[in-house]
């Protein structure tokens, strides 16, 4: 069985570019959560969708949202990048989110490397 | 949220026992340990996880102390690609998201 994908897997932007991050989840999980990982840090959530619907957000600015489609996949967009966005954004699904309780366990993509210049 | 409190780095001997430990002094009843790994520039690798009972599986064992304050993941016999970062982490009750720290590096030597 296919694993979560993440497209694409790395990505070179300049500063006050917008940019688009796609993540497809476990065939049947219909949750999706997006994580940023800086350099040398443990990842940080920034969003989580269930059912196409924002369950929980992050401690990010406005310029992060994100989406989830009626097949369950999902983007992440980041407009008027930073250079500290440079970072390696994950995704993660699960099969149904907060409805599923505290013992669901989340699976990780492989990552989109994210270097603003 | 319960925090938790892990060695910043280990070493250990390609094919021995790593003994990985982990402080969640201020878990709650409901709140579940878990353990992911991340491999160089690899996403996070789900390990195992568990609520107070001890729990094995066919990566690794979970020992969870019975005040729940504690736990330590052993691998049983560590090989050179399991040197990687290590999390531990409690599952908010506040919420869905995992809260991840540093984790622990962990070294496997030949």
């Known amino acids: ?117 | 949220d319960a925090k938790t409190t892990q060695p910043t780095s280990m070493d250990c001997a390609e094919g021995r026992a790593a003994n990985l430990p982990c402080n969640h002094s201020t878990i709650s009843g409901n709140e579940y340990v878990y353990w992911y790994r991340q491999i160089h520039s690899q996403g996070p690798q789900y390990i195992i996880h568990g609520l107070k009972n001890n729990e094995t599986n066919e990566m690794a064992s979970l020992i969870i102390t019975e005040d729940r304050k504690s736990s330590t993941l052993i691998l049983p016999h560590a090989t050179l690609r399991d040197t990687a970062v290590y999390y531990c982490i409690v599952r908010p009750s506040s919420g869905q998201n995992f809260v991840f720290g540093p984790g622990t590096r962990l070294s496997v030597l030949p």
Not at chain 1, 4 to 16: A, D, E, F, N
């Open chain 1, 1 to 117: 069985d296919a694993g979560v994908t993440q497209s694409p897997t790395h990505l070179i932007k300049t500063r006050g570019q917008q940019v688009t991050l796609r993540c497809s989840p476990i065939s049947g999980h219909k949750s999706v959560s997006w994580y940023q990982q800086v350099l040398g840090q443990g990842p940080q959530f920034i969003f989580q969708y269930y059912e196409k619907e924002e369950r929980g957000r992050g401690n990010f600015p406005d310029r992060f949202s994100a989406r989830q489609f009626p097949n369950y996949s999902s983007e992440l967009n980041v407009n008027a990048l930073l250079l500290g966005d440079s970072a390696l954004y994950l995704c993660a699904s699960s099969l149904m989110g907060l409805a599923g309780g505290f013992q669901e366990t989340q699976y990780f993509g492989p990552g989109t490397r994210l270097l603003v210049l």
